[in-house]
Structures are given as structure tokens and as C-alpha cells.
């Protein structure tokens, strides 16, 4: 599924959930779909602004990607497995949105995506920044990070939705 698609089905799924739906935390330390929403959304802008920054670069980095990152991008997409990011990368993500805010920064998301897809191919492979655990990417690797990381948390969403379920047939 091609990125703008599956951020499409995240705006389509995100349809079915009420304010105390999406603001629903099933346990301490677990987020409520509104927060994971969030986090996805504010990785995005992240990971695009990076892919700006390549395309603005003016000077080449021959350096390449951690073993982890190769096999990141040779498989796709991120193993299926939670990854726990170190604490002081682990702030809890903003519970407080609505459905229509949630709605408009995901469209924020897509609209840069749109507007970078034609140009992508020709910024400089060798133009790249640094990301924190697979080492150094080009714009068109961070483009394709973006994609990787809403189908990452696909599973998690899911495990979210079934939590809700629970919730109400209890």
C-alpha cells in the first residue's frame, strides 16, 4: 500500500471514533488512539522536515545506514515488533485533539507528501541527515520512512480498537 493510501485509511478509520473513544487509556503507560494518532502525525512532519533538509543540502555525505536501517529498507518496513524508545524520547503524545483536528493534521501530512512525490528523484542521494538509529538517510529514504512508520503502528492501532471493544462489552 503506497503511503498516501494508508495514511487515507487512518483518516477513514478515524471516522468511527468518539472524542471518549479516542481519548481512552486502557492501562497506565498505554496510549489512547488519540495519542497514537498524534505520535504518527508529529513523526511524519519530522521525518519530512529531514527530507527538506536533504533537498537544501548543499554538501554530500558518504556515510550510509546502520545494519538495522539496511535491513529496514531492504524488508520494507519495520519488524513486527514494539520498539520502546529511551526515555527521554518517550514523552506520553498530546491527548487532547479532536477528531476534525486529528483529521486536518493528517491532511497537513499528505499535502506535503504530494507536494514533495514528483520532486523526490532528484534530490542528491548523497544529501543526507543523520537519523538516531538507522544512521544517515536521503530525502528519498526519509519520504519512504514516513509510509514505513504509519504501517508500523497499524498493529498498534489495532490492539487499541480491540481494547475499546473489550471496554464496551464489559
Not at 55 to 64: D, F, I, Y
Not at 67 to 91: M, S, T, V
Not at 107 to 120: A, S
Request: proline share 4%; net charge neutral.
Amino acid at each position: 500500500m503506497n503511503q498516501l493510501k494508508l495514511i487515507e485509511t487512518y483518516k477513514s478509520e478515524l471516522q468511527n471514533f468518539s472524542l471518549e473513544q479516542l481519548r481512552h487509556t486502557s492501562s497506565e503507560g498505554v496510549w489512547s488512539i488519540g495519542q497514537m494518532y498524534d505520535h504518527v502525525i508529529l513523526v511524519a512532519h519530522e521525518y519530512l522536515d529531514n527530507m527538506e533538509a536533504c533537498a537544501t543540502s548543499v554538501e554530500e555525505q558518504k556515510l550510509g545506514k546502520t545494519e538495522f536501517g539496511e535491513r529496514l529498507f531492504k524488508n520494507g518496513g519495520f519488524p513486527p515488533i514494539k520498539i520502546k524508545l529511551p526515555d527521554e524520547l518517550n514523552a506520553p503524545p498530546n491527548n487532547s485533539d479532536t477528531r476534525e483536528k486529528l483529521m486536518s493534521r493528517l491532511d497537513e501530512v499528505m499535502q506535503r507528501m504530494r507536494q514533495w512525490k514528483p520532486k523526490i528523484d532528484d534530490v542528491n542521494p548523497n544529501y543526507k541527515v543523520k537519523h538516531g538509529g538507522f544512521s544517515w538517510l536521503n530525502a528519498r529514504e526519509w519520504y519512504y520512512l514516513v509510509g514505513m512508520h504509519f504501517h508500523h503502528h497499524m498493529r498498534q492501532k489495532e490492539e487499541l480498537v480491540e481494547k475499546l471493544r473489550l471496554k464496551q462489552v464489559k
